[in-house]
């Protein structure tokens, strides 16, 4: 009888130590079983929060699971990626993020709460072009007559941007390295609400995500004097280097990433879905629509080329003593 209840202890025991051992994989195999948050760090409107609906919808799609989108702007996108960098790495956090917080931030900011490329695993990307936009009672036709207005009034000519480690600042700060020209800087907490101010004349131009600025484009609302790089979607405007501007090297991008610790699993399974979305011609024309590139890197790739950008943004910043005060 001894013999008989150690041998239902022990397997009682191996038993729990197996479940113990195999909740894990069963966790993950479950996964998502709830709801999926997407912190975005900037404002409503913008191209990161377009691009953050569109792949929250095909990965709801994909899960059968609500991908749903939180808005954190703020301390140009510092507020939302530090949250995320914070949250537990359950698979349930993500940020959705322009470059600004991922490549640029720890160059302007002496205190930042986290470092992304510690902090972060990249999983999607999707770069896309900048367009130069005016608001059309500026009366100019095109990039020289601006540059001239600008030269003759330095300092007048005011521009928005989504913060000042964004791109849509930093572009502007490229542009005047390279002309000489001087402008005054007003920052928001994201595109949407510059917007508002570009087409109400508060403010004369800004450098914006093709994305988010496309139907004003069309609709005549703003005049586009010049993109970053050539995009099917506005071929009558001419790049920044045809308009007289060569190499002035910004671009906007969009990335998808995870809290460092997120279970492997889940961030390969989220590429290699969103990877075979970007392969899909429904998908990619939907990225195309709003001037983006269907990238479909590994996830290695992606790390190597963020750095890279991230190098390249401090060489800039460190040569012209760009602050996060300026």
């Known amino acids: 009888m001894a013999r008989s209840g150690f041998g239902v202890i022990f397997h009682a025991l191996a038993g729990a130590l197996l479940c113990a051992l195999m909740q894990p994989v069963w ?6 079983n709830r709801p999926v ?22 990965l709801s799609d994909v899960f059968k699971q609500q991908f749903v989108v939180e808005n954190r702007p703020g301390a140009s996108g510092n507020i939302g990626a530090a949250s995320v960098a914070k ?3 359950d698979g349930y956090t993500f940020l959705v993020s322009a470059n600004t917080s991922l490549t640029i931030n720890g160059s302007l900011f002496k205190n930042l709460s986290y470092d992304a ?14 367009a130069l936009v005016i608001n059309p009672a500026l009366k100019v036709r095109n990039l020289q007559e601006f540059l001239a207005l600008a030269k003759k009034e330095p300092g007048k000519l005011s521009f ?14 490229m542009l ?8 005054l800087h007003v920052p928001y907490k994201g595109l949407g609400p510059a ?13 914006a995500d093709v994305a988010s600025a496309l139907s004003l484009i069309r609709s005549g609302k703003v005049s586009a004097l010049a993109l970053e790089q050539r995009t099917p979607l506005l071929p009558g405007v001419p790049t920044l280097t045809e308009a007289g501007v060569p190499d002035l090297n910004t671009h906007s991008s969009f990335s998808l990433v995870a809290p460092t610790g997120t279970p492997a699993v889940i961030v390969e399974r989220m590429n290699q879905e969103l990877v075979q979305l970007a392969k899909s011609s429904t998908f990619a024309s939907k990225l195309e629509a709003q001037g983006l590139v269907a990238e479909t890197p590994s996830l290695g790739g992606l790390a190597t080329s963020m750095k890279q950008e991230r190098d390249a943004y401090t060489s800039f910043i460190k040569r ?7």
């Open 87 to 89: 949250s537990a790495p």
């Open 195 to 207: 917007y508002q101010d570009l087409l109400a004349g508060q403010i004369q131009f800004m450098f």
């Open 27 to 32: 966790a993950q195999e479950a996964w998502p």
């Open 160 to 173: 928005g941007s989504a913060g000042t480690g964004s791109t849509t600042y930093l572009g502007v700060r």
């Open 176 to 183: 005047e390295e390279k002309t000489g020209a001087s402008f």
């Open 117 to 130: 490329e510690r902090d972060f695993v990249p999983i999607m990307r999707a770069p896309g072009p900048l």
């Open 320 to 326: 012209n003593n760009i602050t996060a005060s300026d």
């Open 37 to 58: 948050k997407l912190v975005v760090s900037s404002s409503p409107g913008g191209g990161t929060d377009m691009y953050a609906r569109m792949i929250g919808q095909a």
